[in-house]
């Protein structure tokens, strides 16, 4: 039996947070399929459609928290992604004010009167491509921008557009995506899942402040690891794992990629068995780094470079 929850059952939500009733209760293994809002909470899907905050003032709905049986604090939540679906068949970019912070930076913005321009553009997804334009077809390459249980107020922020923290949150890694499996902190009883932000594609950096923002389905597996438990969010692929850590008041972009790395050391000695130093020297020459929206970080390694190390019996 598949369980299933909507935005449309709960209304738009803008936060990971821990004081909302759980919207659906699962056990582990259980397959879901929730049902998702786009980041602009569905105010554009025509030419010349505008957001308008009067009656959406926050961007970045989400559904949740859902509830997995036999989830405590210090384990780990396993998310699979089997399939992501858009709702519609469109998907839309746009500018925003938040744009111009996120892009030129608000002194800079202040200092030379530059204003980016309100403007949106509608993009039709079809057979497995993505229409930027009538000239420019993109390949469809589905991702969960906005992805985390619910975190300690006291210690991290719960906005869904904004917060990004151990817990997860609006990371916008592209590779989060289907066949992958996220693993998350857990600081709350149920784990209190959350989830949100669906893309149609998008580039490293989120750098015009959206991607191809769609409402979609996703059909997820949740699953617990007990008694494993991890600072931040991981990421396995069929070919790759990564570690996600996020910027923040005194952790900028080097040092999001310095924890990055020593989180994925870890990963690697923890369990793979590879010696941390010679784990360090060798993500010195095969190591890669991907970013996400300007604010996540993801250090991630080939798996194929750790078969050497696994035991065989």
């Known amino acids: 039996m598949v369980k299933r929850v909507s935005y449309k059952d709960i209304g738009l939500r803008y936060a990971l947070s821990p004081l909302y009733e759980p919207v659906l209760r699962v056990k582990p ?11 602009a909470s569905g105010q554009i899907r025509h ?5 308008d905050r009067s009656k959406a003032p926050y961007g970045n709905p989400v559904v949740g928290p859902i509830y997995v049986e036999d989830c405590r604090e210090g384990d780990s939540l396993v998310v699979r992604i089997e399939d992501i679906k858009p709702s519609i ?15 030129i930076g608000d002194h800079a913005i202040g200092f030379t009167g530059v204003e980016i321009p309100s403007a949106a553009r509608i993009c039709r997804i079809e057979e497995g491509l993505v229409y930027f334009s009538d000239r420019l077809a993109i390949p469809y390459r589905p991702m969960i921008g906005t992805i985390g249980t ?12 904004l917060s990004v923290g151990p817990n997860g949150g609006n990371m916008d890694i592209p590779d989060i995506t289907v066949g992958a499996e996220v693993y998350l902190p857990v600081f709350h009883e149920g784990g209190l899942l959350y989830i949100g932000d ?21 059909t997820l597996t949740v699953t617990v690891l007990k008694g494993k438990s991890i600072r931040w969010p991981r990421v396995k692929s069929n070919d790759e794992i990564m ?16 924890t990055a790395f020593t989180e994925l050391i870890r990963w690697m000695e923890e369990d ?6 010679e784990a360090l020297m060798l993500l010195g020459q095969v190591g890669r780094i991907r970013v996400g929206n300007l604010w996540s970080v993801a250090a991630k390694v080939n798996v ?3 078969k050497p190390y696994q035991k065989t019996g």
């Open 150 to 161: 619910a975190p300690k107020p006291e210690l991290y922020g719960m906005s869904s557009s």
């Open 198 to 218: 669906a893309h149609a594609v998008q580039g490293d950096g989120e750098i015009s402040g959206t991607a191809v923002e769609m409402p979609a389905e996703i």
């Open 304 to 306: 194929k470079y750790l």
């Open 29 to 39: 293994g259980e397959r879901i399929i929730v049902e998702v809002q786009d980041a």
């Open 272 to 277: 793979y068995g590879i010696d941390r130093w």
């Open 47 to 51: 030419r010349g459609d505008v957001r």
């Open 243 to 258: 570690c996600l850590v996020s910027t923040s008041p005194g952790r900028g972009l080097r040092d999001a990629i310095k």
């Open 89 to 103: 068949n469109i998907g839309v970019t746009y500018f925003s004010g938040f744009t111009g912070s996120y892009f």
